[in-house]
């Protein structure tokens, strides 16, 4: 990059002032967002030189207000109030955001958005997806599992009802089509179940959509499925499957009984796989989110089973 001058005058240094820092490296994802905080940082570069010719610090000022209003955009970050918290396991919460007014997020089916949090001074971003239909009015939902010694969770832990927490986004996403696959099999690890739900309630609030589902959700144990009453009532509908795998669950006598006939136990290994992808009523189109070593087991499983590699999508 160029080397900055020293300044001329009060109100040059004032401008040199407002340079933008570059970002730091624990400030990129890894999701391959687009634009990455590096293509904001060039962006937000531009418009700080753009600004110079007037020699006017208030002028930068302008352009970079400009650059952050009340919606969510992937060039930069914007503030949106926490409204609740509601826990949903002995680790993993629901968050809800305000949108102004009665406004939406617009997100297509899947999409991702990245929260910026600060931790002794270091900055960090992470993706997350929401849950709550991206035509929802007013407000937005966000699963987030916080681990103990996560540097985003120490930051998650910290926030309150009231607090203004920082968005950008949206990004990725899966490119649905109603009727376009004859059954989507959904396979999520845990918080993987976050970019099914969208697509799953879309299918279901479309009557015109004829799509077989059939949703395998990962998980520890019962106590860790999440959000049970909302599964409960989509594995309703005459075109939708569920079913958990638990991995440290040992037997089903345990489980309440609406529970026992679509449950197993132990981990998802390529025997279950073959065994529920045979269970389809139509050749699936597979979903998978999870881990990125969940992620890789099930797309050799999958190959295993005989799905070419169009037949599947990875988030």
Not at 81 to 106: I, K, M
Not at 147 to 163: F, H, V
Not at 198 to 224: A, R, W, Y
């Amino acid at each position: 990059g160029a080397v900055l001058q020293a300044p001329g005058g009060g109100e040059e240094a004032a401008w040199l002032a407002r340079a933008p820092r570059p970002p730091a490296p624990g400030q990129c994802c890894g999701g391959g967002c687009r634009p990455c905080v590096h293509d904001s940082y060039a962006a937000a570069l531009a418009r700080w030189r753009r600004a110079r010719p007037a020699g006017n610090a208030d002028n930068y000022l302008l352009l970079f207000l400009q650059s952050n209003n009340s919606e969510l955009n992937p060039d930069s970050f914007t503030a949106f109030s926490l409204s609740s918290v509601e826990q949903l396991t002995e680790d993993t919460y629901q968050y809800r955001f305000e949108l102004p007014g009665n406004s939406s997020l617009r997100l297509s089916l899947g999409q991702h958005i990245v929260l910026r949090g600060e931790v002794n001074g270091l900055e960090i971003q992470r993706a997350y997806t929401p849950i709550s239909p991206g035509n929802a009015e007013g407000y937005f939902d966000v699963l987030i599992k916080c681990y103990e010694a996560g540097l985003m969770s120490q930051y998650i832990k910290t926030w309150k009802k009231g607090d203004m927490v920082f968005w950008r986004g949206p990004f990725g996403g899966f490119p649905y089509q109603p009727n376009k696959y004859g059954e989507l099999l959904m396979v999520a690890s845990g918080t993987g179940l976050a970019p099914m739900l969208p697509i799953l309630q879309s299918i279901t609030e479309n009557e015109e959509d004829e799509t077989f589902v059939t949703l395998v959700g990962c998980f520890h144990s019962f106590g860790n499925i999440y959000l049970k009453p909302l599964l409960q009532e989509l594995a309703r509908y005459w075109n939708v499957r569920i079913f958990y795998v638990l991995s440290q669950e040992s037997s089903l006598e345990n489980l309440p009984w609406s529970y026992q006939e679509n449950t197993y136990t132990g981990r998802l290994n390529e025997d279950l796989m073959r065994t529920i992808i045979n269970s389809c009523r139509r050749k699936p189109f597979v979903l998978v989110c999870g881990s990125s070593v969940f992620n890789e087991d099930m797309s050799r499983y999958l190959k295993s089973a005989g799905l070419e590699e169009n037949s599947c999508f990875i988030f």
